[in-house]
């Protein structure tokens, strides 16, 4: 019964799509999800833009006490989105998620 249904949604997904995940670096699958969540909230899909800024939060580390002060400040940033789009302030949203996406990719340039 159960097989069934995951086969019927494994059979939908993008091959190109599931390649280019597997074989991205971390840096590029947390770009993949901030072009996620800013889709999704463009379209104002709470549900789609929340789990994103849940996957988000899931991936930060709290290992160092130097980590866990940047982690804090991404978690409550990230909780903070949740609540404007529960209280469906999606132009907020946009904007933080929008910003956080390009210091990102300036971050991650820098690097190398």
């Not at 400040?73 to 404007?84: A, I, R, S, T």
């Not at 132009?91 to 690097?111: G, P, Q, Y």
Request: charged fraction near 25%.
């Amino acid at each position: 019964m159960y097989s069934t249904k995951y086969n019927n949604n494994k059979s939908k997904l993008n091959p190109y799509l599931v390649k280019e995940i597997m074989e991205a670096t971390p840096q590029q699958l947390l770009i993949k999800i901030y072009d996620f969540a800013i889709t999704s909230c463009q379209k104002h899909d709470l549900y789609k833009t929340n789990a994103a800024l849940q996957q988000l939060i899931s991936a930060l580390r709290f290992d160092t006490d130097e980590v866990r002060k940047v982690s804090i400040g991404f978690l409550k940033l990230y909780q903070y989105c949740q609540d404007q789009m529960r209280k469906k302030n999606y132009s907020m949203v946009l904007e933080i998620l929008t910003e956080l996406r390009k210091s990102w990719l300036e971050a991650f340039s820098k690097l190398g």
